[in-house]
């Protein structure tokens, strides 16, 4: 049985917080790894980007959402060690 992730392991969210519940695999199972907002239909949604633009790209996210900008930067610190970028 695939390994479940409590997070994300392209842009850390915690996936109990992801709307569809996972990204999507190729044949339309459940993939248990990656968020819908970073994975879906067997492919990921930025191909091109790195670690550090992921991490941008949350930190802005979560500022939108509220957070403060140093929470939202110690929130994204983790990125670069999640499975993706290994």
């Known amino acids: 049985m695939a390994q ?3 997070n994300c392991q ?3 969210m915690p996936m109990k917080k992801d709307p569809a519940g996972g990204g999507t695999n190729a044949d339309g199972t459940k993939n ?3 968020c819908s907002y970073c994975y879906q239909n067997g ?3 930025n ?3 790195n670690a550090q633009q992921m991490q941008a790209f ?3 996210k979560l500022k939108e959402m509220g957070f403060p900008g140093f929470l ?3 929130m994204v610190k ?3 060690h999640l499975e993706r970028w290994k």
Do not use: N, Q
């Open 32 to 34: 248990t790894m990656y």
């Open 58 to 60: 949350c930190k802005e």
């Open 4 to 6: 479940t992730y409590k």
């Open 78 to 80: 983790g990125v670069p």
């Open 43 to 45: 492919a990921f949604k």
């Open 10 to 12: 392209s842009c850390g």
């Open 72 to 74: 939202a930067g110690w």
């Open 47 to 49: 191909p091109g980007w």
